[in-house]
């Protein structure tokens, strides 16, 4: 079933424009295959990267670069966040920004390391803020420390705008006001 959710993803995130990761993934986390929570997270969030870069002119081979995220995407297990300590909207962005690079665990030429350091902060983040886990949540954390890393070391330029959340209704463990992205704070 996951893999069925993945490929599904894999084949609409092909059709969305822009350069706003957020937007893009906005649209998709409202498709009826993506749950509120779930491993399908961990392909979703790194593709909405890879889409935006690619649509704001990143030289990449879009096709190539969606199927190896699949495979990374799948290897990363559900509930991570909980039980690993490290959060599947990180890792997906942290794949797609190695993807892009070609980072591997033999490279040397810089990129392991700031991919490392764009997943300590982004996790520090996440941290701050604290649990239960909401998968939307965690990856607008997520895209706001990726779209910032694409920013300064790429030749383009991602969108990012402050959000609120549109999916806090669907969440039996919304954390309401303590979330940076809840739009009702009162509740």
């Not at 002119?57 to 199927?67: V, Y």
């Not at 990726?146 to 030749?155: A, F, L, T, W």
Request: with cysteine; aromatic share 6%.
């Amino acid at each position: 079933m996951l893999e069925d959710k993945a490929r599904l993803i894999i084949n609409d995130i092909k059709n969305e424009a822009g350069t706003s990761p957020v937007a893009i993934f906005k649209r998709m986390a409202k498709k009826d295959y993506v749950s509120i929570h779930g491993p399908e997270h961990h392909i979703l969030d790194g593709a909405c990267l890879l889409i935006a870069y690619k649509n704001a002119g990143g030289d990449i081979n879009i096709d190539e670069a969606l199927e190896k995220l699949l495979g990374e995407g799948l290897r990363m297990p559900g509930a991570m966040c909980g039980l690993w300590g490290v959060c599947g909207a990180v890792t997906s962005i942290g794949a797609a920004l190695s993807i892009i690079d070609g980072t591997g665990p033999l490279s040397a030429d810089g990129t392991w390391g700031n991919h490392m350091q764009f997943t300590s902060a982004a996790l520090s983040e996440l941290g701050k803020v604290n649990g239960p886990r909401c998968c939307k949540r965690d990856a607008m954390i997520s895209f706001k420390n990726g779209i910032e890393y694409v920013n300064e070391h790429y030749n383009v330029k991602l969108e990012y705008e402050q959000q609120e959340c549109e999916f806090s209704s669907e969440n039996q463990q919304c954390i309401r006001a303590k979330c940076p992205f809840c739009s009702n704070k009162e509740n």
